[in-house]
């Protein structure tokens, strides 16, 4: 049994991975100085992908993640903008105001929502 376990602590040295008594902590491999994940670094990182049309790359990948299938669909709803807001809507000849119904100053769109709306 011992020997099994060795056999397993060194394949996860060989993938970077170092067991210790510490809590486990997510790093994230593009912040150099401590590893954390921050929302602008995050923006950060995809604003530098600039010649990647990321939301083909992302459509496939999030199949393959490890989340539950209604995330994923709702991730693949919004980067195909194919979410409900009141641009889509609209298009499909729905009367309303169009205004966000979350901060009320700005007409709603996918990109309203999941990033400049001040509830986001």
Request: proline share 2%.
């Amino acid at each position: 049994m011992r020997h099994e376990w060795d056999r397993y602590v060194i394949s996860l040295n060989i993938m970077g991975i170092t067991l210790t008594s510490r809590a486990d902590l997510f790093l994230w491999y593009y912040n150099k100085v401590d590893g954390v994940v921050t929302s602008k670094l995050v923006y950060d990182y995809l604003s530098a992908m600039k010649n990647v049309n990321l939301s083909k790359w992302w459509g496939h990948s999030i199949w393959s993640w490890n989340v539950p299938l209604k995330i994923k669909c709702f991730i693949w709803l919004v980067l195909h903008n194919r979410i409900l807001t009141w641009d889509n809507l609209r298009r499909r000849d729905w009367k309303g105001s169009g205004i966000c119904s979350l901060c009320r100053t700005n007409m709603e769109s996918i990109p309203h929502l999941f990033i400049q709306c001040s509830f986001a």
